[in-house]
Structures are given as structure tokens and as C-alpha cells.
């Protein structure tokens, strides 16, 4: 049980287009789900924290025009990159946890090469 | 604020051999802590999980880990490593009080000499 699933893996794009990743909870009902992005050799950095049916909280410094985050049902949230750039390819995770329990399940990620 | 600092950036033992991974947090509240082991590529693992109650916890994959709240300390060890353990490992923090939020240490990557 507790399986999150994230799609693409792997994701190449050009300068200045859009790129949808989506995170799936498969067994459970998602009522929170989170955005990490991970450097090459560094931890996961939180970027925003989403709530079925509300507008994502985003951490300091993360745009949110730039990375839009859409939670419209208990088992998918979708993270959205704008008009990416290079500096935009990283690893991004999803993680999704049910109600009030303090676990937080990962999906595989997103590799995002932006040329 | 709340920080997790994992000391060592890259550890070596060898197949056979006792781990000891160590974790310490700076948090202003009560702390749930974790462990997560992430393989190349791949997204994170739970490897077991503190919330309260007993301060030894025994997680997946024979490892267990012990909260000691004097030393700020949650460090993760495993009697006997296999080869299949090298992958890189994340100690977390969360608390009820700031959200349940999780703040990451910067990993450890382990290496199994045959």
C-alpha cells in the first residue's frame, strides 16, 4: 500500500515552453501532497505544499507564477513549469500523505532537462 | 530554525560489517523523525519513522535506529550490510508544529566494498 506514482521520469524540453509533471496517489486518498526539488549531490528542498481543493503554499523564495501547482482531486496534483529555462532542470519528487497521519510517501521523480 | 545535519557526506564499510549512520536535528519543538533511502534516480524509501513511545525503532530492510532527545541525535545502524544497501540515505525532521513539514539533511551515501 501507500504507492505514489509520478509521471514523466524523464523529461527533455526546449528554452521558454511549459512542462506538466504529474503525482498520483494510487492507494489512498492524498489530502496533502508535496513538491521537492533535489540538486545534483544536495537533499530535497521543499517547494510548496499542496491541499486538495486550496491554492498551494509555497516556500520562500520559489515562484509560484513560474511553478504552478494544481491539487484538483484526493489523488492527483499536477506541478506545472513555465516557460523553463537551464537553470530550471533538477529532480523534482512529489510526496503525498493521507489526513492527519505525519508520513509522507515519495514518488519515483521527475528528471527536467531544459535545453 | 530547524536544521538536520548528517556529518558525513560519504561512508565506506564492507559487506558484512556494522552501520552506523549518524543524524542530529535542531528543531524548536517535538520532532518526528525519519530515515529514507533513495537509490540513483529514484525517489525516496521509508526506512522506518520515530513519532513517540519507544526510542529504539526497528524499520525495513534490518535496520533500526534510536532517538536519544539529550543528544538531539537519531542516528540509524545496521548490524550487517549487504551489497544491496549502497544508496544514499536521508535523515528528516517534521513536527505537528510547523505543518508537518519535513526538513532534509543533506544525505549520506553509502558504499559496500566486496
Known amino acids: 500500500g501507500a504507492v505514489v506514482s509520478q509521471h514523466p521520469s524523464w523529461v527533455i524540453c526546449k528554452s521558454g515552453t511549459s512542462v506538466k509533471i504529474e503525482c498520483r496517489s494510487l492507494?489512498?486518498?492524498?489530502?496533502?501532497m508535496f513538491w521537492y526539488r533535489q540538486f545534483p549531490k544536495q537533499s530535497l528542498m521543499l517547494m510548496a505544499t499542496?491541499?486538495?481543493?486550496?491554492?498551494?503554499?509555497?516556500e520562500q523564495g520559489v515562484e509560484k507564477d513560474k511553478f504552478l501547482i494544481n491539487h484538483a482531486s484526493l489523488t492527483l496534483s499536477t506541478l506545472t513549469v513555465t516557460s523553463a529555462h537551464p537553470e530550471d532542470s533538477s529532480f523534482y519528487i512529489c510526496?503525498?500523505?493521507?489526513?492527519?497521519?505525519?508520513?509522507?510517501?515519495f514518488g519515483a521523480g521527475t528528471r527536467l532537462s531544459v535545453l | 530554525a530547524q536544521s538536520v545535519t548528517q556529518p558525513d557526506i560519504h561512508i565506506t564499510v564492507s559487506e558484512g560489517a556494522s552501520l552506523e549512520l549518524r543524524c542530529n536535528y535542531s528543531?524548536?519543538?517535538?520532532?518526528?523523525l525519519f530515515w529514507y533511502v533513495q537509490s540513483p534516480g529514484q525517489g525516496l524509501q521509508l526506512l522506518l519513522k520515530?513519532?513517540?513511545?519507544?526510542?529504539l525503532v526497528q524499520g525495513i530492510k534490518g535496520f533500526e535506529a534510536e532517538f536519544k532527545r539529550s543528544q538531539s541525535s537519531f542516528n540509524l545502524r545496521k548490524p550487517s550490510v549487504h551489497w544491496s544497501d549502497a544508496a544514499e540515505y536521508f535523515c528528516?525532521?517534521?513536527?505537528?508544529?510547523?505543518?508537518?513539514?519535513?526538513?532534509f539533511g543533506a544525505g549520506t551515501i553509502l558504499r559496500v566494498k566486496s
Open positions: 499542496s491541499n486538495e481543493g486550496s491554492k498551494a503554499t509555497y
Open positions: 510526496s503525498a500523505k493521507a489526513g492527519t497521519a505525519n508520513i509522507q510517501y
Open positions: 528543531y524548536g519543538a517535538t520532532p518526528y
Open positions: 528528516a525532521v517534521g513536527a505537528k508544529e510547523y505543518g508537518n513539514k519535513l526538513v
Open positions: 492507494d489512498f486518498q492524498a489530502t496533502t
Open positions: 520515530y513519532f513517540s513511545g519507544d526510542t
